[in-house]
């Protein structure tokens, strides 16, 4: 597509109940990422997936977070037994990657809100 | 680990001015820094990129430099509007395979009429 698509724009969940959150890269995009923006925090690296590589799960904030990559392409970002300091803004972005990087290109994010 | 701070948090000039945003970082050993903007309750929009071998990049009103060796950038911003009132975030990528960003806090930036 022309752009990272992530669906859904807003999310609204009971605290305990399990959420997926998806992200759609530009296509053609080696790399992806996921990032978290909690109220008046920076970004906060989640996971990277850069092709048939084994992801880099290393941002991940607990074993309730995981994420996966079908087919070098769409990611969903699963939050399990969701708790209300899940509550942030989930941002993906993509990119070419390898040495012929131009920067990494957002989408638009989800907000989380878990009540 | 790699730390970016930028200076100021926030920030607010009348409409015409021409202004100057900071970002520093503690690990010189970059890949590339990015420069974003981010409209309250949107996602991040890509404003410039330098590469590491790069002094300056432009487009448009904005210009960004890059100081690798003492670990500073600056986003320059000629005759501000209003319509760029909004967070302006940088980011460095690290050098060899490691692709994940490091994010400053970002400055917000109020560009009064």
């Known amino acids: 597509g022309a752009g990272v698509s992530q669906s859904p724009s807003n999310k609204v969940t009971e605290k305990g109940k399990d959420v997926e959150l998806r992200c759609d890269p530009i296509?053609?995009?080696?790399?992806l990422y996921w990032y978290r923006q909690s109220l008046g925090q920076g970004l906060e690296f989640l996971i990277y997936?850069?092709?048939?590589?084994?992801?880099?799960k290393s941002g991940l904030p607990s074993d309730r977070f995981s994420a996966e990559r079908t087919g070098g392409s769409v990611s969903t970002l699963t939050i399990q037994r969701t708790q209300q300091e899940d509550s942030a803004v989930y941002l993906c972005?993509?990119?070419?990657?390898?040495?012929?990087?131009?920067?990494?290109?957002f989408g638009s994010g989800t907000r989380l809100t878990v009540v | 680990k790699q730390e970016v701070t930028q200076i100021p948090a926030a920030l607010s000039v009348p409409e015409g001015e021409n202004l100057v945003l900071n970002c520093s970082f503690t690990?010189?050993?970059?890949?590339?820094l990015q420069w974003f903007r981010q409209d309250p309750g949107k996602g991040l929009t890509s404003l410039l990129l330098?590469?590491?071998?790069?002094r300056e990049q432009t487009s448009g009103r904005l210009n960004a430099s890059l100081d690798k060796s003492s670990g500073r950038s600056t986003l320059y911003i000629a005759a501000s509007q209003p319509g760029d009132s909004a967070t302006y975030l940088c980011?460095?990528?690290?050098?060899?395979?490691?692709?994940?960003?490091?994010f400053g806090k970002g400055t917000l930036l109020t560009v009064n009429p």
């Open positions: 972005a993509s990119s070419l990657g390898g040495m012929a990087d131009y920067g990494y290109t």
């Open positions: 296509s053609g995009h080696t790399a």
């Open positions: 997936f850069q092709g048939n590589s084994a992801p880099d």
């Open positions: 690990d010189s050993a970059i890949y590339n």
């Open positions: 330098i590469q590491s071998s790069q």
């Open positions: 980011a460095v990528r690290p050098g060899g395979s490691n692709y994940k960003l490091t």
